[in-house]
């Protein structure tokens, strides 16, 4: 009995590692959930997780004898068959040098090989101070390990050890729990018969598996005759970047793409519309977010629009010198979105910025998810040379009350995992 298979039958063979980190004291809360819905748990903590919680304390919850080493029952061969026997890996939680030796393959004790010998979904949760979690070989090792397969509950933002607070402590026992269970049954819902691989039509599970995204992307154009628009320098990379990775993780994407580039959008995995101003805009977005469980504004989206649309082309011989275009305001989308938002649907907003002073820059953040309070406000740096029109970005991510939660700088790629990891944590 494994993978989806056991998920259809009820009881599980799961394996829950500890690695050696100050939240492995909230690993028991993961081992007694499981064994009080009837699983068959075998914990395997590391020699550092022992520190924190004593081997007695899980051999009791788990109901299973618990060893670190690999020499222990050697005649059964403990780690192989461990690994064989799993339907679900869960390693809770996982430190910053538990993830490094995950992405390497490294097998000193009988976590590391019991994570080598296994075919069963692994499902980490990671635990860690802020700047390790951000820290590039920390994005470099989970971004492996995703694309293996691996699949991540958290981490969330929160208090840490010390006076420390940020993103980085462990999601809650019953979130790491429920979102361990869901990889199962997510994958017998998606191969449709119970059997097999549970991959489904889409690809790779991941964290994101059934979730609907609209993301919006791109700049919109507002005309005043048939030739000339007023509109901005907004390529689309980041929409089109946070689209691809939403649907590499699982998720069913729809792109309102405006103006957009073909070439960007070419075999992305999502429904793309076309729309070219801000009103189309406006309207794609508000069908599409309709029955979405994530909206993503990424879209520069016009501020002001001509009063009045000629339907000739504008001669400038009958301007002279000067010419005056009268503007009236456009429909607020990020607004109107988080007005009528669903108990549970998640917005994110962006906010291009041309303040050069970082502290300044998250005020005006800090200002606009004040009047618009989406769940996630990304403070995009952009100028004459960042930000638009380029393959690098750097952003500030804050939640409602201002807090800086996360801050990245990189490929477009890389801030749109940044986004969707925090997504991905709101949604547990």
């Known amino acids: 009995m494994t993978g989806v298979n056991a998920a259809a039958e009820g009881r599980l063979t799961v394996v829950v590692g500890i690695t050696g980190g100050i939240a492995a004291y909230k690993a028991v809360g993961v081992v007694r959930d499981l064994v009080k819905r009837g699983h068959d748990v075998h914990v395997v903590p590391t020699e550092g997780a022992l520190r924190f ?108 050890t010390g006076d420390d607070a940020g993103i980085g402590r462990m999601a809650e026992p019953e979130d790491i729990v ?8 997510r994958g017998t819902e998606a191969d449709g018969t119970g059997t097999g691989t549970g991959t489904g039509a889409r690809g790779e599970l991941g964290d994101l598996a059934g979730v609907r995204v609209v993301v919006s992307a791109g700049g919109t154009r507002e005309p005043f005759d048939p030739v000339r628009f007023v509109g901005n320098r907004s390529s689309g990379r980041q929409g089109v970047a946070i689209a691809a990775e939403a649907a590499r993780r699982g998720a069913d994407v729809t792109l309102v793409s405006a103006n957009v580039e073909a070439s960007l959008t070419a075999g992305l995995d999502a429904t793309v519309v076309p729309v070219g101003s801000a009103l189309e805009l406006a309207d794609a977005v508000q069908a599409a977010s309709a029955d979405a469980d994530v909206v993503v504004m990424t879209a520069a989206v016009a501020d002001y629009r001509p009063s009045e649309v000629r339907a000739d082309k504008l001669k400038k011989e009958a301007q002279g010198d000067t010419m005056t275009l009268e503007l009236v305001r456009n429909p607020d989308v990020l607004a109107d979105l988080v007005a009528s938002r669903r108990t549970g649907q998640i917005i994110v907003g962006f906010a291009a910025e041309t303040e050069p002073d970082r502290a300044a820059r998250i005020e005006l953040g800090r200002a606009k998810i004040a009047r618009k309070p989406a769940d996630l406000l990304v403070v995009n740096h952009v100028g004459w040379s960042a930000g638009f029109e380029r393959e690098e970005n750097a952003v500030e991510v804050l939640v409602p009350g201002g807090e800086v939660v996360r801050e990245a700088s990189g490929s477009k790629t890389d801030v749109a995992t940044v986004v969707l990891d925090l997504v991905a944590t709101a949604l547990t």
């Open 178 to 185: 429920a979102g361990a269970l869901a990889v199962l049954q």
């Open 53 to 160: 919680v004593g081997l007695p304390t899980l051999e009791a919850l788990s109901r299973n004898p618990v060893t670190t080493s690999v020499f222990d029952d050697v005649a059964e061969v403990r780690h192989v068959s461990l690994g064989r026997r799993a339907d679900l890996v869960v390693v809770a939680p996982a430190t910053a040098d538990a993830l490094a030796r995950m992405t390497s393959g490294l097998a000193g004790d009988l976590l590391g090989t019991t994570l080598l010998a296994t075919e069963a979904p692994v499902v980490v949760a990671p635990a860690m101070h802020p700047q390790m979690w951000e820290h590039p070989a920390t994005r470099a090792n989970v971004q492996t390990l995703r694309d293996r397969g691996v699949r991540f509950v958290g981490p969330v933002v929160g208090a840490l």
